[in-house]
């Protein structure tokens, strides 16, 4: 009898979430897509059914679990075991870097996950969010977004809620119990400092699960975000990611980690630099667009596209992102004039492998109009029929509300002189001073260096990435060298040699007499290589590095190169410029081969965007414009 009783209340609670389920298209379609496996997630919903809340948040993880899915082979289990090793040999990193991943059989969510790991993962959720004072006024909706997801993309399943929390919440707990949820993540962002992450992009792979992360930290900086995500969310501190697609001033996706802060603002931080704090700042990167990953469907990109219009890029169907760029910059419109009958317009911005696009609009007659694109940067508009994208009209920086058309005048042209391919970003600009001015080297016939020679010292900011240096007392013959950093500052440099002859053609053997930092770090100085470099740990400022020469000469010249990205006019390399002429595409201006002045001379069209290409070697290249006898790349606008 007990038995019976028990079946008609499963049946009158089936139908109760049956009954419901016809009110909520979504969760019916969910549990219809996951197949033989529907049993488990209505396992779910009966578990919660007098508990409304959880029940909801139930609802939500399945109404959006037709979307999400993991990758499996053997493939992704190799390579995952792979990564967490120390060093990896440029053989099998080849290997591995031509098998798509990407292509392997997907396992979809609703197919194969267990009412037990809902059950799990959702209390544990609310356990967090009830408990930690500073949600105390964290709405339902954003408790889904930011706490409760059991996933955060494409990444194996794993039981990581849990381990995380075990490990960080009693951290956190033993160094902080206040109300202050930026406080919080503060502390527990040093916790996972400590822990570090190691930064691996040899290999491109779907995202890493929750729980090897937490074993072996490494990945791009999408896993360090998964990783602080995880950790975060375990110990219920509302996070999300964002990301820009393509930095319109320099080569790169990024994405970042966000707090909401108690005030409904999203904070920006990582667990690395950028400690979170109420203060308004930047981490400095151009992003043109910033989306946010969200787990919940949300309102298109733009709501009056078509989502079954496959000529849209899949990028602007996706009902996963949220347009966040409003949080970075003021909010703006621009109105464009075009010259097309296509129903949908976008604006990229460069790449040297395409324009890449990063918002779209709809056309309303011969104008279109873009809503929150970050100012003084270069954009192009482009139509899409789904498989190309062609330009439409000119070019444009977008500055002080409007757009400055990059229209060449070709009955106008002017004398350019090119040092650079590549904007040079801030991190690199600091090198050419930050250890440089200043420092010294010195020359000696005694290693103790009491009567010392000055050879040279550097008094100004450095404008290239190579110099060959005249030294002082150049009939003088010497047994030793010394290279020694401003005072204060920590040794910092890529390239050191040094010549008996003015055409560097007798170079002198230089032997390491002593040891700033880590000695195989050291060799850099004098591998020949201005790509590695040297850089000393921050206790041994002012440490001074002293080499042997071979044999007692004079020294005649002095070969020098700072910290650098190798993105300056290089000698013998061959150069193609081209200009950006609207729907025509790029037209090229001609062919060069650099020579010793390290500089590269044209003659363009003015008001034209320029893009200098090197044929002889790197990838780093960006479009830039001439003005007032100088290249401004993005970065420089302002």
Known sequence: MRNLSLAILFVLVFFIIISCSFGDRRLEQALSFAGDNRT????????????PEKLEAARFLIRNMPHWYSYKGWQLDSVCHLITQDSLSRGLIREWSNVSFYSLPKVYDAQVITADYLIENIDLAFDVWKEKSWNRNLKFDDFCELILPYRIDNEPLSSWRKLYHDYYALLLDSVYQGEDVVEACRVLCKELHKKGFHYFTDITIPHIDGTLLFRHPAGYCRDACDFTLYAMRACGIPVATEFFRYAPDYQHFHSWNTLRDTTGRFIVFDSEELEPTR???????????AYRYCFGVQETLNPAIDLTDTRIPSFFRNRYLKDVTVNYFVKNKLTVPVKTKERYLYVGVFSPNGWVLIDMAERDGHLVTFCNLEPNIIYQLFQCDGWQQCPVGYPFIYRKGKAEILKPDMNDWEKVILTRKMSIKPTISVWLYRAIIGARIEASNDLTFKHADLLYEFKDTLTTNYYRLNPLNVHKKYTYIRYSPPVGKRMELAELAVYEDTLCNMKIPLHRMNDVSYAPYMEGITDGNILTFFLADPE?????????????????????????????????????????????????????TAGNDRKLYY?????????????????EEQVFVYRNGKQ???????
């Open 40 to 51: 488990e997630l209505e396992k779910v919903l009966i578990y919660y059914r007098g508990d």
């Open 279 to 289: 203060e308004p700042r930047s981490d400095g990167r151009r992003k043109g667009k």
């Open 540 to 592: 041994d400022a002012s440490s001074s590095v002293i080499y042997k020469l071979d044999k007692k000469t004079s020294i005649s010249k002095i070969v020098f190169a700072p910290r650098n990205d190798d993105n300056f006019v290089w000698p013998g390399d061959s150069y193609e410029l081209f200009y950006q002429n609207g729907v025509n595409g790029w037209e090229s201006l001609g062919i060069q």
């Open 603 to 619: 003659s363009v069209p003015k008001n034209a965007l320029l893009w200098l290409r090197d044929r002889t070697k790197g990838r």
């Open 632 to 638: 401004y790349f993005t970065i420089d606008i302002h």
